[in-house]
C-alpha cells in the first residue's frame, strides 16, 4: 500500500514555540506539498518542493518556512507559533508527469495555545 | 488566477436520495479536473478524475463529466448511501510541469438513515 505518514495526529504547542511537523512518503515521488484546511477555507497551499532542496511558495507561505533534505521527507517549520496558526495540516504526494494522482496523509491538528 | 468554485455545504440527504455537488472552474491552461473524499478522521483520497474535455469519471457509483463549454465538473450519484457521508473537494492541475492541486472550498455531505 502506497503511504504518506505524518508524524503526529494531534500537537498541542505554546505560543511562541518552533514547531516541526515531519512527513514522510515511500512512493519514490517527486512532488511534495504542504496544505492547511480549515472550515470555509478548505485546503490552501502553503508550500511545495519538486525535487531535493528545492521549494516553492504556496498561496500561504508566511510564518511558514520548509525543508527538503531527503526525497522522501517534507518538513513544515512554524518558527514562532502564533493561535492564528491552529489548524489541520495536511501532507502530500505526487509522481511527475501525466495526471498522477495526489496521496495524502491523515493529516496533524495542531492547537497552539 | 486559477480556481475552483463548488456550492457550499452543508448537504443533508436521506439515503438512496439524489445527490449533484456543483464545481466550476478558472484556470488560465488546460486543467485536469479531480474530485476528492475526506471520511471523517481521515486524509483526502482521490474519487475520481477527468483529463479532457467531455471525458467522463466515475467511481463507487459517483461520476462527474468535464464540460468545458461551461467550465464545469459536477458530482453525481443517483443513490447514496449513509457511507458517503464525507467531505467532497473538487480540484484542478494544470497538465503542465509541477504545477500543484488547486481546490475548492468543499462540501460536507450527510447521508441520515
Known amino acids: 500500500d502506497v503511504k504518506v505518514t505524518q508524524s503526529s495526529r494531534y500537537l498541542v504547542k505554546r505560543t511562541g514555540e518552533k514547531v516541526f511537523l515531519e512527513c514522510v512518503q515511500d512512493?519514490?515521488?517527486?512532488?511534495m506539498f504542504w496544505y492547511r484546511q480549515d472550515p470555509g477555507l478548505g485546503l490552501r497551499l502553503i508550500y511545495f518542493?519538486?525535487?531535493?532542496?528545492?521549494?516553492e511558495k504556496g498561496d500561504i507561505p508566511e510564518g511558514y518556512s520548509v525543508s527538503r533534505e531527503k526525497k522522501e521527507r517534507f518538513s513544515l517549520i512554524l518558527e514562532s507559533a502564533s493561535t492564528n496558526q491552529t489548524s489541520m495540516y495536511l501532507c502530500a504526494s505526487r509522481a511527475t508527469g501525466g495526471v498522477s494522482e495526489a496521496f495524502f496523509g491523515q493529516g496533524t491538528r495542531l492547537t497552539v495555545v | 488566477g486559477d480556481s475552483v468554485t463548488q456550492m457550499e455545504g452543508p448537504v443533508t440527504l436521506s439515503e438512496e436520495a439524489c445527490l449533484t455537488i456543483n464545481c466550476t472552474y478558472t484556470a488560465t491552461g488546460y486543467p485536469s479536473l479531480f474530485w476528492y473524499v475526506q471520511y471523517p478522521g481521515e486524509g483526502l483520497q482521490l474519487l475520481l478524475k477527468?483529463?479532457?474535455?467531455?471525458d467522463k469519471g466515475s467511481n463507487k457509483g459517483f461520476e462527474a463529466t468535464y464540460r468545458k463549454e461551461t467550465t464545469s465538473f459536477h458530482l453525481e450519484k443517483g443513490s447514496v448511501q449513509v457511507s458517503d457521508s464525507a467531505v467532497y473537494f473538487c480540484?484542478?492541475?494544470?497538465?503542465?510541469?509541477?504545477?500543484?492541486?488547486?481546490f475548492g472550498k468543499g462540501t460536507r455531505l450527510s447521508v441520515i438513515a
Open positions: 512512493m519514490d515521488h517527486e512532488n
Open positions: 480540484a484542478l492541475r494544470i497538465n503542465s510541469g509541477n504545477t500543484p492541486l488547486v
Open positions: 477527468a483529463t479532457k474535455a467531455d
Open positions: 518542493s519538486y525535487d531535493v532542496k528545492m521549494k
